[in-house]
């Protein structure tokens, strides 16, 4: 059984920064891609960073890019997802999905993702 378990959600003030982790079990193969997805209240979830097993492959939303940062540790099947310089707009509910190959072109989708965690909170207010 495929299980996602994320950490690391918080209540920040603006500016500060966090370190989400999420850790992948029972996965039956080893390239699997790792993303962050996110839902605001009343908004759609959308795509943050994605990362590829070997870590060749990274993406990131417009929103965060050059604040995000994802990484991974393959050997212990575990991603992370470092935010920095955080604003109100990048609270939501931050969750992790995995599946089987990176798709390059299709990175950012939620369908194409197997497997997801049950998500954790990010609070971003002074």
């Known amino acids: 059984q495929v299980q996602l378990v994320e950490s690391g959600g918080g209540l920040v003030q603006p500016g500060e920064s966090l370190r989400l982790s999420c850790a992948v079990s029972?996965?039956?193969?080893?390239?699997?891609?790792m993303a962050w997805f996110r839902q605001a209240p009343g908004k759609e979830r959308e795509f943050v960073a994605a990362?590829?097993?070997?870590?060749?492959?990274?993406n990131y939303a417009d929103s965060v890019k050059g604040r995000f940062t994802i990484s991974r540790d393959s050997a212990k099947n575990t991603a992370y997802l470092e935010m920095n310089n955080l604003g109100p707009e990048d609270t939501a509910d931050y969750y992790c999905a995995v599946r089987t190959g990176y798709s390059v072109t299709y990175y950012y989708r939620a369908a194409l993702y197997d497997y997801w965690g049950q998500g954790t909170q990010v609070t971003v207010a002074s």
């Open positions: 990362i590829n097993w070997s870590a060749v492959f990274r």
């Open positions: 029972g996965h039956p193969h080893s390239n699997i891609a």
